[in-house]
């Protein structure tokens, strides 16, 4: 990176300060998302007043540019050009975002190092959103919120947006805390690789709780999932436990600890039902969800080259024509909705984008030659894969991009991905000079 005229520390306090800003952004994001909104969007702008060029190359020659050009001409075709033009913040700011982390990761001095802090940072963060939504869960059971409903303690808890036996914690919609702890579990179980291959947490801080630490948040990620009564969180999460449990198959506490995560999810739910749903019911509901991807369809087949523009979906639902529903907000699934609001072939080159972005890092990830990557340090990034994994798995299902403190995260896990084959051509460079 090229050196900067901030005071007499010069480049490297610069870099250091935004690395730690960055950090401070992401653990106050989920209470205060505006102010680290304000600060990201501040590190997004200094980041391009640094790296112009590539990130300016990155945005154009792998297809962002056009993409965002052919939102725009939806957003001016759309049913509703305002709404539509709104509907763009979810994306056009994120990409320029998703940009500047991709270049910046690159040029990082210790880029290793920063992104366990950031994982670590972030999983941490998350404890006291699971206790929260575990709290939650307990006191909108029925039984207790019969006795504590006319309770004025309470009363801001119960005056809310009824889901259900569901817990949102601090964010307005059960599967939107679903959709962030996932992620969060992603990344947890990353460090947690790294852990079991022989590496240390952040080893210059030298606290050596930082295992249970970890194990603790991963577990409470797990009951957070659960009380948020999110299907498709759970399912993710299984399929996390999983993937881990494969790649450490020969690993004897893995496999106790991912059967044992997976039996207690699978109980509580044989148990307890999912959001107060017993498991028949919880299947049963899924008819919702098919109804408004046939909805999606028949958009698709009326608007298939632009769409109806982005939120056009929402717009052009007729009230009740699924029973009991006045409005529907999105259709449940990423790739429907993206090809029902921008039509299918920008639908199909941001699929294209993103999946060539998570081929090549992967790709560079395994090096089925050559390792760049320590393997313990190989774990954390596996980790950001686990995370961006989980936001695809879970769009299958649900949308939830409109919370920004969730996008905010999807496109840090993507710009993590983008940024691996800069880092394997570093830590090349690094050893072919050491050598």
């Not at 699978?266 to 019911?281: D, F, K, N, P």
Request: aromatic share 12%; hydrophobic share 50%; net charge positive.
């Amino acid at each position: 990176m090229a050196p900067t005229k901030f005071g007499k520390f010069g480049r490297l306090a610069t870099s250091l300060n935004s690395e730690v800003g960055l950090l401070g952004c992401l653990l106050i994001l989920p209470y205060a998302s505006y102010l680290a909104l304000l600060g990201m969007t501040c590190l997004t702008f200094w980041i391009w007043l640094q790296q112009s060029q590539p990130a300016w190359r990155l945005v154009t020659r792998r297809g962002w540019l056009v993409l965002a050009l052919g939102m725009g001409i939806t957003a001016v075709t759309a049913y509703d050009p305002v709404e539509a033009g709104l509907q763009l913040t979810n994306f056009l700011p994120f990409f320029l975002f998703f940009a500047a982390l991709s270049v910046w990761i690159g040029h990082l001095q210790k880029p290793l190092s920063v992104l366990e802090t950031w994982s670590l940072g972030l999983v941490l963060g998350s404890i006291p959103i699971s206790l929260r939504a575990a709290v939650e869960y307990y006191l909108k059971s029925p039984s207790v919120e019969a006795r504590l409903f006319d309770s004025p303690y309470f009363s801001w808890l119960y005056n809310q947006v009824d889901y259900g036996h569901r817990a949102s914690s601090v964010f307005g919609h059960p599967n939107v805390l679903g959709a962030y702890l996932v992620i969060i579990l992603g990344l947890a179980l990353g460090l947690g690789l790294k852990v079991l291959r022989g590496g240390t947490l952040v080893s210059q801080w030298r606290w050596r709780y930082w295992p249970l630490s970890l194990y603790s948040a991963i577990a409470l990620a797990l009951l957070g999932i659960f009380c948020s009564g999110s299907r498709s969180g759970v399912l993710v999460a299984i399929a996390q436990i999983l993937i881990v449990g494969w790649l450490m198959r020969h690993n004897r506490l893995v496999l106790v600890l991912g059967l044992s995560g997976i039996t207690a999810v699978s109980t509580a739910v044989l148990a307890l039902g999912i959001g107060g749903r017993s498991v028949g019911e919880a299947l049963t509901t899924t008819t919702l969800r098919v109804d408004v991807w046939e909805i999606s369809l028949n958009l698709i087949r009326q608007h298939p080259w632009l769409g109806t523009g982005l939120g056009g979906f929402r717009l052009s639902y007729v009230p009740y024509t699924i029973p009991q529903y006045d409005t529907v907000e999105h259709a449940h699934n990423l790739w429907l909705m993206l090809a029902a609001e921008i039509g299918i072939p920008l639908m199909l080159l941001f699929t294209a984008i993103v999946g060539w972005v998570c081929y090549q890092g992967l790709k560079t990830l395994i090096g089925l030659k050559t390792q760049p990557f320590p393997r313990s340090e190989q774990a954390v990034l596996a980790g950001y894969g686990l995370a961006f994994m989980s936001c695809i798995l879970f769009a299958l299902f649900d949308v939830t991009f409109y919370d920004s403190r969730v996008n905010v995260l999807g496109w840090l896990t993507l710009a993590v991905i983008q940024a691996i084959p800069a880092l394997a051509a570093k830590a090349d460079a690094a050893a072919t000079d050491a050598a």
